[in-house]
């Protein structure tokens, strides 16, 4: 098999790379994979894989659309997060992927790889995500913590008030740090964890 992903959009039927005949399809079969994600391997099966196959000489190549299908079922098999429905969050609450990358602290060019289904996010950065579409006030407390570095800095217990979060976010004054839990990213293990509210 021909490892080297083809990225052309020309027509079917294609030339072969090996016989150089023109007798490549495109067929789709059951197959059974093994891809790495976040340094460990996972054995999926995919009922419709994608292949490119020459009729003549029967050499197979991968392409483009081999690598979504893997990438839509380690998705699947890990329960990340759809890049349509990192479109659909945004979109609910009327967020750009630039105030997303500004708000959890991550660069641009990452969310919109994740939003365009190029790259799959790391496990921690999909929970981050999660907690952020779902608790507006970790939303608030992440936008308070780009004018108040200190927040997060001391932990509050758990049976202290922590409303003080929406209140800091509203108004933009100094105030004690809320409950947080620090989550490490897993992609750059130097990088400082990130502070949430528990």
Known sequence: MNNTTATSDRPY???CFACRQRAVDRVYEPRTVTAK???R???????RFPIDRCR???EEALTNAADDAIN???RETLHLLEPDQLVANCQAIGLSRRELARDIGFAEESVSRWVNGAVLQSRPYDRILRA?????????FLRA???????GTVAVADQEDSTIVSHYAKSKGVAPA???IEIASADDPNKQPYALAA
């Open 13 to 15: 039927p294609r030339k």
């Open 37 to 39: 994600y976040d340094g």
């Open 41 to 47: 391997s996972y054995t999926l099966e995919i009922a």
């Open 56 to 58: 003549h000489c029967g």
């Open 72 to 74: 839509r079922a380690l």
């Open 132 to 140: 952020y579409f779902a608790l507006p006030e970790l939303r608030n």
């Open 145 to 151: 913590l780009n004018d108040n570095p200190a927040l």
């Open 178 to 180: 809320p409950p947080v």
